[in-house]
């Protein structure tokens, strides 16, 4: 299988998109700790990136370069290699090369400018959004043939989770405020990757304010060894369970 | 060597495949005819695994090849149009693909690659090729791995005479090795001479299965189109052939178990 | 050399002027409870390091009770140690542990009660229900003693310094663990709090009830149960003091309830889950302040008037200020927000259009506080964009006018 995947990595390293996003990453996170004397706002920008612009990325860039190698599993299909082990292959291959991009245009920034937890579970929530955007694309691609409709399925989730999906939060909180919602609020956030990526880096960027009123809950679960488990467990079943969808479907289909 | 029972596929309402039964064995040139659409490219990417029957089965020796993908260590396979990484050039095409196979006794057949002199281009992007050339790659790919199967979508079709020559006394070649070789076209003429059975599929059904001598013999025609021509001419006007459709090949069945 | 101890020598051996009690194994004491009441005022008690087990000794002469090496003073867990009562009394140097517990009574491991002019200082008070607790007093000193309680539940924890009904107290350099209350004040008045560290307390670092006319100056109040309550006081000064790390759902750095005519200047609020809460407060002036990485910088709630928050450093804080209302009567003027976004073309230092340290998001959480989770959220941003725009739900009234573009230069004790 890693022979295949060296074969996705070189050929999107070839493409040189991903060279591109690398760079602007670097771009943005160095002039961002350059320009602002207070790094600590220059990681909120950075938080913004990590939570918006590397899901998009990953899923635009993920179903581009699904159907642009169509041609490659086709050749590889004729060959005895079992097709769990070549959609796998392009999964390993984009994961791998998009948040090796992020390591390295946020990763550096972050290292050399804000070395500590928030820095850290800021970087590690890029990755992990990475490897769960790029599973969720390929999820969508494989559904359909037509690049258009792909692209279109792979943007129409990226709004979802960064935007629609936390406003129907918001509607549901603020309408039902009179209510108990901690556990429900809890539940919530498990059900969005970005939100949960958001609330792990903010129990080190804002321990202060979330100590406060049902905050203190998310510091009790979140916080504790089995709430770090956790997060970890949901973000990986948010990177498998797409994949192993994908993986169900790809050996289903005809090609 | 292949054991196909009962294959059935549909595209929606399109009915590729209805009801294919047939058996392969060693030895056997078998060119695959019919009309575009007729299911050709189907049944061949069938037995690739490409495509998903919906029922019925594929033995390759005698084994379902649902779930493994080991026989296709045994097949060479050149598609109809061959697609390949844009961004790769065609040596490094080749290298991947000698890295992918399992090839175990190690020796290359590399006679193609050099008559069709892919020596001198092995620095040639694949997106600028012409459709020619990446037909050559496909070839020099499915003969490479001397494989026993050898499975050929359109062999001739984008290429030069030249190219088509050495292409034809190729595969004379591997007929003569034993090996089983699966051909379609929809133009029989220039692979007459190689030619050991004939298959006909049209909408999806199979028409005939045949030796070419017995098709030549029950019709007296010495051209084997015009013979097939003529059975289907037959077939289609009443109904009923001097000569059974498909041949029963229970004794190739037990010989390829 | 030779002769100021000769002098030292018949100063000693003068009876009934100044003696020196020596208590220890083979002194002429066994016991300090013999030495006290041996004793005449004036004289010094000199113990000798050791183990005392003591049930509750009162002293009422004016004596010095010197410490050699820290003697262990022990409870037995059921006694209070000393109960001073008097005036001219110094207690230096003891270790005091395993005073009592009492659900009846306020036990301490020493009680000052109607005295005045006592020092204690240097001593070391462990696992006391109560440190010292002093009522009815005036004019002392509690200085450079440490202490560490029973850190269990808000009921069975008393106070570290617990002082009622006094006047004229100074605190100063005591380091407090593990009570209910670090510092306790009710009902006193013209004292001072000072270079205290107050640390890992069940309830507050500091309690203010009914106390007016008090300083409390350089103190740090760290890392405690609800951070510093000021309540029902007025001419309160709160100046160069350090609120870190109050954390909880009721945790404040520094919580104002009922308070009139005080001065808060030149503390650092860092890292609390608000910074001041303010409830029913006037008139306080709120000036020279680092406010910085709090949930909350400020609360003021709408029960508040005429407060100011004037040259104060606003730096990282998830909020700056939230509110309850959309009444606003107090002023914030001239500080340095960090979210401002603002420009200054005419280049005087200050931005040219107001600061809103309300956002829309806070008031949302203030209303529905589960709505936190969506805390940082592209959702959220956009919300506060659009209510920067175009005001609807934040108070409107409740902005900087003249904000600073550049942060003050304020000292940020660390």
């Given at each position: 299988m890693l022979k295949l995947s060296k074969y996705v990595l070189y050929d999107i390293v070839r493409s040189k998109v991903i060279i591109a996003y690398t760079l602007f990453l670097m771009a943005v996170s160095f002039s961002l700790f350059q320009m602002e004397d207070n790094s600590g706002k220059a990681v909120l920008s950075l938080l913004n990136i990590v939570l918006i612009v590397v899901p998009l990325i990953s899923m635009v860039f993920s179903t581009i370069h699904y159907y642009n190698s169509y041609e490659f599993i086709e050749l590889m299909l004729s060959q005895p290699v079992s097709r769990t082990k070549i959609l796998l292959s392009e999964y390993l291959g984009t994961a791998l090369s998009l948040s090796s991009s992020f390591l390295i245009g946020v990763g550096i920034p972050v290292v050399l400018f804000y070395f500590n937890s928030t820095g850290i579970s800021l970087v590690l929530t890029g990755c992990l959004l990475t490897f769960i955007f790029t599973s969720l694309a390929f999820f969508t691609s494989v559904q359909s043939r037509d690049k258009a409709r792909g692209i279109g399925a792979a943007l129409m989730l990226w709004f979802y989770f960064a935007l629609i999906y936390d406003g129907l939060v918001l509607l549901v909180l603020f309408t039902f405020s009179?209510?108990?919602l901690e556990k429900l609020t809890l539940l919530l956030s498990s059900l969005n990757p970005v939100d949960l990526g958001r609330i792990f880096i903010m129990l080190k960027m804002d321990i202060s304010a979330l100590m406060g009123y049902t905050g203190a809950m998310y510091k009790d679960f979140f916080g504790s060894g089995t709430g770090a488990l956790y997060t970890i467990g949901i973000m990986l079943l948010w990177m498998i369970t797409p994949l192993l969808l994908a993986v169900r479907s790809f050996n289903r289909k005809d090609l | 060597m292949i054991t196909i029972k009962n294959l059935h596929k549909k595209f929606k309402k399109l009915h590729a495949l209805n009801d294919v039964s047939a058996s392969f064995s060693r030895g056997q040139v078998v060119s695959l005819i019919g009309p575009n659409g007729s299911g050709k490219t189907t049944l061949i990417k069938s037995i690739l695994g490409i495509v998903k029957p919906d029922a019925g089965s594929i033995l390759f020796a005698g084994k379902s090849i649902d779930k493994q993908v080991a026989y296709r260590d045994n097949i060479g396979y050149m598609p109809q149009i061959g697609r390949y990484p844009d961004n790769m050039k065609i040596g490094q095409v080749i290298e991947m693909v000698k890295n992918i196979r399992n090839h175990k006794d190690g020796t290359l057949d590399d006679e193609l690659f050099f008559d069709f002199k892919m020596d001198e281009m092995q620095d040639k992007n694949m997106r600028s090729l012409s459709g020619g050339t990446r037909q050559k790659v496909s070839a020099v790919l499915a003969f490479l791995f001397n494989p026993d199967v050898l499975i050929l979508d359109e062999p001739t079709a984008g290429l030069d005479p030249l190219a088509s020559e050495i292409l034809k006394d190729k595969i004379i070649k591997e007929k003569k090795k034993g090996k089983l070789i699966l051909i379609t076209s929809h133009v029989l003429s220039d692979l007459d001479e190689l030619t050991t059975d004939v298959m006909y599929l049209q909408d999806g059904k199979l028409h005939l299965y045949q030796t070419v001598e017995n098709i030549k013999q029950q019709t007296g025609e010495t051209r084997l189109e015009k013979a097939i021509a003529q059975v289907m001419k037959r077939y289609l006007k009443d109904g009923t052939a001097t000569i059974p459709m498909t041949e029963n090949r229970e004794a190739d069945y037990a010989k390829a178990i | 050399m030779k002769n100021l101890f000769l002098i030292a020598c018949v100063l000693m051996a003068l009876p009934g002027l100044c003696r020196t009690l020596v208590v220890g194994k083979g002194q002429t004491y066994s016991t300090i409870r013999e030495a006290v009441a041996a004793a005449q005022d004036r004289d010094t008690i000199l113990v000798k390091k050791g183990t005392y087990y003591i049930n509750n000794i009162v002293i009422i002469k004016s004596i010095y009770l010197i410490g050699e090496n820290y003697p262990l003073l022990h409870g037995a867990d059921k006694y209070e140690i000393f109960t001073v009562s008097g005036k001219d009394i110094t207690i230096k140097g003891f270790h005091f542990t395993n005073s009592g517990y009492s659900a009846m009574n306020d036990f301490a491991s020493v009680k000052i009660i109607d005295a005045s002019n006592i020092i204690f200082e240097n001593n070391r008070v462990t696992n006391a229900y109560f440190g010292v607790h002093i009522a009815n007093s005036h004019h002392f000193t509690i200085r450079s003693n440490y202490f560490n309680g029973l850190t269990k539940s808000e009921q069975t924890t008393g106070n570290g310094i617990h002082l009622w009904k006094c006047n004229n107290a100074l605190i100063e350099n005591n380091e407090i663990h593990g009570h209910r209350d670090g510092i306790y004040f009710e009902f006193v008045t013209q004292s001072l709090i000072q270079k205290n560290f107050s640390e890992g307390n069940i309830r507050y670092g500091l309690h203010f009830m009914f106390s007016n006319d008090n300083w409390y100056v350089e103190n740090t109040f760290k890392n405690n149960g609800a951070g510093v309550a000021v309540m029902y006081s007025k001419q309160v000064h709160m100046l160069l003091n350090h609120f870190d790390s109050n954390w909880g759902a009721a945790a404040y750095g520094l919580l104002l309830k009922e308070i009139n005519d005080s001065k808060i200047d030149s503390n650092t609020f860092y890292q609390n889950t608000v910074g001041i809460y303010m409830e029913?407060?006037?008139?306080?002036n709120v000036t020279n302040n680092v406010f910085k990485a709090n949930g909350w910088a400020a609360k003021v709630q709408a029960s508040c008037m005429d407060n100011t928050f004037f040259h104060n450093n606003f730096l990282s804080n998830t909020f700056d200020v939230g509110t309850n209302g959309t009444l606003v009567l107090n002023t914030f003027n001239n500080n340095y927000w960090d979210k401002y976004e603002g420009y200054d073309l005419n280049k005087d230092g200050f931005g040219d259009v107001a600061y809103h340290p309300v956002s829309m998001y806070s008031t949302i959480v203030e209303n529905s506080p589960n709505t936190l989770m969506l805390l940082r959220s592209f959702m959220v941003s956009l919300l506060d964009k659009a209510e920067r725009a175009i005001p609807s739900l934040t108070p409107e009234n409740l902005r900087d006018d003249q904000p600073l573009m550049k942060g003050l230069k304020l000292k940020e004790k660390k």
């Amino acid at each position: 299988m890693l022979k295949l995947s060296k074969y996705v990595l070189y050929d999107i390293v070839r493409s040189k998109v991903i060279i591109a996003y690398t760079l602007f990453l670097m771009a943005v996170s160095f002039s961002l700790f350059q320009m602002e004397d207070n790094s600590g706002k220059a990681v909120l920008s950075l938080l913004n990136i990590v939570l918006i612009v590397v899901p998009l990325i990953s899923m635009v860039f993920s179903t581009i370069h699904y159907y642009n190698s169509y041609e490659f599993i086709e050749l590889m299909l004729s060959q005895p290699v079992s097709r769990t082990k070549i959609l796998l292959s392009e999964y390993l291959g984009t994961a791998l090369s998009l948040s090796s991009s992020f390591l390295i245009g946020v990763g550096i920034p972050v290292v050399l400018f804000y070395f500590n937890s928030t820095g850290i579970s800021l970087v590690l929530t890029g990755c992990l959004l990475t490897f769960i955007f790029t599973s969720l694309a390929f999820f969508t691609s494989v559904q359909s043939r037509d690049k258009a409709r792909g692209i279109g399925a792979a943007l129409m989730l990226w709004f979802y989770f960064a935007l629609i999906y936390d406003g129907l939060v918001l509607l549901v909180l603020f309408t039902f405020s009179d209510y108990p919602l901690e556990k429900l609020t809890l539940l919530l956030s498990s059900l969005n990757p970005v939100d949960l990526g958001r609330i792990f880096i903010m129990l080190k960027m804002d321990i202060s304010a979330l100590m406060g009123y049902t905050g203190a809950m998310y510091k009790d679960f979140f916080g504790s060894g089995t709430g770090a488990l956790y997060t970890i467990g949901i973000m990986l079943l948010w990177m498998i369970t797409p994949l192993l969808l994908a993986v169900r479907s790809f050996n289903r289909k005809d090609l | 060597m292949i054991t196909i029972k009962n294959l059935h596929k549909k595209f929606k309402k399109l009915h590729a495949l209805n009801d294919v039964s047939a058996s392969f064995s060693r030895g056997q040139v078998v060119s695959l005819i019919g009309p575009n659409g007729s299911g050709k490219t189907t049944l061949i990417k069938s037995i690739l695994g490409i495509v998903k029957p919906d029922a019925g089965s594929i033995l390759f020796a005698g084994k379902s090849i649902d779930k493994q993908v080991a026989y296709r260590d045994n097949i060479g396979y050149m598609p109809q149009i061959g697609r390949y990484p844009d961004n790769m050039k065609i040596g490094q095409v080749i290298e991947m693909v000698k890295n992918i196979r399992n090839h175990k006794d190690g020796t290359l057949d590399d006679e193609l690659f050099f008559d069709f002199k892919m020596d001198e281009m092995q620095d040639k992007n694949m997106r600028s090729l012409s459709g020619g050339t990446r037909q050559k790659v496909s070839a020099v790919l499915a003969f490479l791995f001397n494989p026993d199967v050898l499975i050929l979508d359109e062999p001739t079709a984008g290429l030069d005479p030249l190219a088509s020559e050495i292409l034809k006394d190729k595969i004379i070649k591997e007929k003569k090795k034993g090996k089983l070789i699966l051909i379609t076209s929809h133009v029989l003429s220039d692979l007459d001479e190689l030619t050991t059975d004939v298959m006909y599929l049209q909408d999806g059904k199979l028409h005939l299965y045949q030796t070419v001598e017995n098709i030549k013999q029950q019709t007296g025609e010495t051209r084997l189109e015009k013979a097939i021509a003529q059975v289907m001419k037959r077939y289609l006007k009443d109904g009923t052939a001097t000569i059974p459709m498909t041949e029963n090949r229970e004794a190739d069945y037990a010989k390829a178990i | 050399m030779k002769n100021l101890f000769l002098i030292a020598c018949v100063l000693m051996a003068l009876p009934g002027l100044c003696r020196t009690l020596v208590v220890g194994k083979g002194q002429t004491y066994s016991t300090i409870r013999e030495a006290v009441a041996a004793a005449q005022d004036r004289d010094t008690i000199l113990v000798k390091k050791g183990t005392y087990y003591i049930n509750n000794i009162v002293i009422i002469k004016s004596i010095y009770l010197i410490g050699e090496n820290y003697p262990l003073l022990h409870g037995a867990d059921k006694y209070e140690i000393f109960t001073v009562s008097g005036k001219d009394i110094t207690i230096k140097g003891f270790h005091f542990t395993n005073s009592g517990y009492s659900a009846m009574n306020d036990f301490a491991s020493v009680k000052i009660i109607d005295a005045s002019n006592i020092i204690f200082e240097n001593n070391r008070v462990t696992n006391a229900y109560f440190g010292v607790h002093i009522a009815n007093s005036h004019h002392f000193t509690i200085r450079s003693n440490y202490f560490n309680g029973l850190t269990k539940s808000e009921q069975t924890t008393g106070n570290g310094i617990h002082l009622w009904k006094c006047n004229n107290a100074l605190i100063e350099n005591n380091e407090i663990h593990g009570h209910r209350d670090g510092i306790y004040f009710e009902f006193v008045t013209q004292s001072l709090i000072q270079k205290n560290f107050s640390e890992g307390n069940i309830r507050y670092g500091l309690h203010f009830m009914f106390s007016n006319d008090n300083w409390y100056v350089e103190n740090t109040f760290k890392n405690n149960g609800a951070g510093v309550a000021v309540m029902y006081s007025k001419q309160v000064h709160m100046l160069l003091n350090h609120f870190d790390s109050n954390w909880g759902a009721a945790a404040y750095g520094l919580l104002l309830k009922e308070i009139n005519d005080s001065k808060i200047d030149s503390n650092t609020f860092y890292q609390n889950t608000v910074g001041i809460y303010m409830e029913g407060t006037n008139r306080i002036n709120v000036t020279n302040n680092v406010f910085k990485a709090n949930g909350w910088a400020a609360k003021v709630q709408a029960s508040c008037m005429d407060n100011t928050f004037f040259h104060n450093n606003f730096l990282s804080n998830t909020f700056d200020v939230g509110t309850n209302g959309t009444l606003v009567l107090n002023t914030f003027n001239n500080n340095y927000w960090d979210k401002y976004e603002g420009y200054d073309l005419n280049k005087d230092g200050f931005g040219d259009v107001a600061y809103h340290p309300v956002s829309m998001y806070s008031t949302i959480v203030e209303n529905s506080p589960n709505t936190l989770m969506l805390l940082r959220s592209f959702m959220v941003s956009l919300l506060d964009k659009a209510e920067r725009a175009i005001p609807s739900l934040t108070p409107e009234n409740l902005r900087d006018d003249q904000p600073l573009m550049k942060g003050l230069k304020l000292k940020e004790k660390k």
